[in-house]
């Protein structure tokens, strides 16, 4: 572990020559990426999504891959097709868009909900299936997806089972002020500063990261205290559908990459309540009446930490 919180702070403030502010925001992509876990960037259009997600590919030394979905992108154009070789005649595999270790799946919610669905066996399994044969994806593997939350017109919302696949969901939002002004500043000269972004992470770095987030120490408590998150957010009348076992996983998994961030070999309960908006709020769906309510899953689950008795001792 020695020298890894230093490695991740040099990949935030990389990042951080791009994206000014949120930091709040980058740590949660490198939190995921620990944790090889896919990320969903929900926000309205202008505010930095696919400038976010490129900044995060361009910080690692690793294979990457631009998506732009439209209603006529092809599950083929993702998983890739077998076609025949004239010279052997044998088929041979011509890999599909998402053969790379980072992936920027741009709009995807542009897309079919066939085309949409082919990413499933890759984020899930981390592989492709083409014609009876499996290939594995490259290590490590991500998916970094974006989508507008104000655009109907053309679009395919998410199906729940699509978004679960996503371990964390995040918005951007707009910069404050001072923000604004820092961005027009490094503008203001007509240069890019993605166009000087160096990596600073191999591939081999970025495994033994989630190698390290792998070994950090969450207790017996701590794990009882997510079981007791997960297990009220289904008694909650608010809730039609709470926290499945994968979120209440995922959770888990967060609070040790969190924990590694902050230079921390073990799991603390601040590091689960961190969390659980990210991880989770994506993954519960509200009761007909909460709507009608106009309640959000982030106050249902702020009302779900709230009834859990928080462990005080830590073996």
Do not use: W
Request: a neutral charge; charged letters at 20%.
């Amino acid at each position: 572990m020695q020298g890894t919180p230093r490695v991740l702070q040099a990949l935030k403030q990389n990042i951080g020559r791009v994206i000014v502010g949120k930091g709040d925001v980058v740590e949660l992509m490198l939190i995921s990426l620990l944790c090889r876990g896919h990320v969903l960037i929900e926000d309205v259009p202008g505010v930095g999504k696919t400038t976010l997600a490129s900044a995060l590919a361009r910080s690692l030394d690793c294979t990457f891959k631009r998506i732009q979905f439209t209603p006529d992108i092809t599950p083929s154009d993702i998983t890739g097709f077998t076609m025949a070789n004239f010279k052997t005649g044998e088929m041979e595999y011509r890999e599909g868009l998402v053969m790379s270790q980072i992936v920027l799946a741009d709009e995807i919610n542009r897309s079919s909900p066939k085309t949409q669905s082919s990413l499933l066996e890759a984020m899930e399994e981390r592989q492709v299936t083409v014609d009876g044969a499996t290939y594995a994806m490259p290590r490590p593997f991500i998916v970094l997806a974006t989508q507008n939350p104000v655009d109907f017109v053309g679009t395919y919302p998410l199906p729940e089972a699509q978004l679960d696949r996503f371990f964390m969901k995040v918005a951007i939002g707009y910069p404050s002020p001072e923000e604004e002004a820092a961005i027009l500043e490094r503008f203001s000269t007509g240069e890019n500063p993605m166009d000087n972004l160096s990596p600073i992470c191999s591939a081999q770095d970025v495994i033994a990261l989630q190698q390290a987030a792998d070994g950090v120490y969450a207790s017996k408590e701590v794990r009882s205290y997510i079981a007791m998150i997960a297990q009220a957010s289904r008694r909650q009348q608010s809730l039609q559908l709470g926290i499945s076992t994968r979120g209440a996983i995922f959770l888990l998994r967060a609070a040790q990459a969190r924990a590694l961030l902050q230079g921390r070999d073990y799991v603390m309960p601040e590091d689960v309540q961190e969390m659980t908006l990210p991880v989770l709020s994506h993954r519960v769906l509200l009761s007909a009446e909460a709507r009608m309510r106009n309640m959000t899953s982030e106050k249902v689950l702020m009302s779900v930490l709230h009834s859990v008795q928080v462990p005080v001792r830590l073996s």
